[in-house]
C-alpha cells in the first residue's frame, strides 16, 4: 500500500520552461515532506523540503507547494537547466520509535529537460 | 559536509552467501537507514536504526537483518543471498531535530546475486 505516490513515471520539460513535478500522499501523520534528486549510480540528494504547517517554500529556482487538504504537494522547477535532468524522489517524515522521523519515499519521476 | 560512505560500489555474490553491506557517516547523525532501490517501485525501507542497538523493521525486511555497535556504523546483512536481493542499495543518515529531517545518502552499493 503506497503512502505516496508519485503517478508520473516520467516528464519532459524544454529548458527555461516551468517543471512541475506531482506526488500524493494517503498517511495524514506525516509531518515533513522534502524532495530529493538522484543521478544515475550516485545517491539521492536532499533538494528542498517543507513542513505540514506551511503552504510554501522557495529555494532559488525551486519552490515545493503543499495542499494539506488535498494531501498533495508539487515541486516547481523554474526556469528548468538540462543539469535538472534526473529522477526526483518526493518523501515524506512520520515521527517513530525513539523520536526519529523517518522518511518514505515515493518511486520517482525521471525529468529530462532538453537544450 | 555530511559524508556517508558505503564500503562497496558494486558487488558480485552467490546465491546462499552471507553478505555483508557496510555503511559509515561521520556527522553523529542519530538515525540510520537502509533502503533497496529498484526500477518502478523507488525507495524501500529495510531496517532503521534510531540509536546504538536499536534496530527497527521497516518495509521489507524479510531476508535482511542489521547491526549497529557503533552510533557511525550501520551493517547491512544478508544472512543467504538469493537473485530476488539483486539490487541497488542506499545506506543513509539524518539527526534527531524536526528541523533536520533530511536524511543524507551514500553513493549506493550495486548488488547482484548469481
Known amino acids: 500500500d503506497q503512502q505516496v505516490k508519485q503517478n508520473s513515471p516520467s516528464l519532459s520539460v524544454q529548458e527555461g520552461r516551468i517543471s512541475i513535478l506531482n506526488c500524493d500522499y494517503t498517511n495524514s501523520m506525516f509531518d515533513y515532506f522534502l524532495w530529493y534528486k538522484k543521478y544515475p549510480a550516485e545517491g539521492p540528494t536532499f533538494l528542498i523540503s517543507?513542513?505540514?504547517?506551511?503552504d510554501k517554500n522557495e529555494d532559488g529556482r525551486f519552490t515545493v507547494f503543499l495542499n494539506k487538504s488535498a494531501k498533495h504537494l508539487s515541486l516547481h522547477i523554474v526556469p528548468s537547466q538540462p543539469g535538472d535532468s534526473a529522477v526526483y524522489f518526493c518523501?515524506?517524515?512520520?515521527?517513530?520509535?525513539?523520536?526519529?522521523?523517518?522518511?518514505?519515499f515515493g518511486r520517482g519521476t525521471s525529468l529530462i529537460v532538453h537544450p | 559536509d555530511v559524508k556517508v560512505t558505503q564500503s562497496s560500489r558494486y558487488l558480485v555474490k552467490r546465491t546462499g552467501e552471507k553478505v555483508f553491506l557496510e555503511c559509515v557517516q561521520d556527522m553523529d547523525h542519530e538515525n540510520m537507514f537502509w533502503y533497496r532501490q529498484d526500477p518502478g517501485l523507488g525507495l524501500r525501507l529495510i531496517y532503521f536504526s534510531y540509536d546504538v542497538k536499536m534496530k527497527e523493521k521497516g518495509d521489507i525486511p524479510e531476508g535482511y537483518s542489521v547491526s549497529r555497535e557503533k552510533k557511525e556504523r550501520f551493517s547491512l546483512i544478508l544472512e543467504s543471498a538469493s537473485t530476488n536481493q539483486t539490487s541497488m542499495y542506499l545506506c543513509?543518515?539524518?539527526?534527531?531535530?524536526?528541523?533536520?529531517?533530511?536524511?543524507?545518502f551514500g553513493q549506493g552499493t550495486r548488488l547482484t546475486v548469481v
Open positions: 517543507i513542513s505540514s504547517i506551511k
Open positions: 543513509a543518515s539524518s539527526g534527531e531535530t524536526a528541523q533536520n529531517t533530511e536524511a543524507f
Open positions: 518523501a515524506a517524515s512520520r515521527i517513530a520509535r525513539g523520536g526519529s522521523y523517518i522518511p518514505t
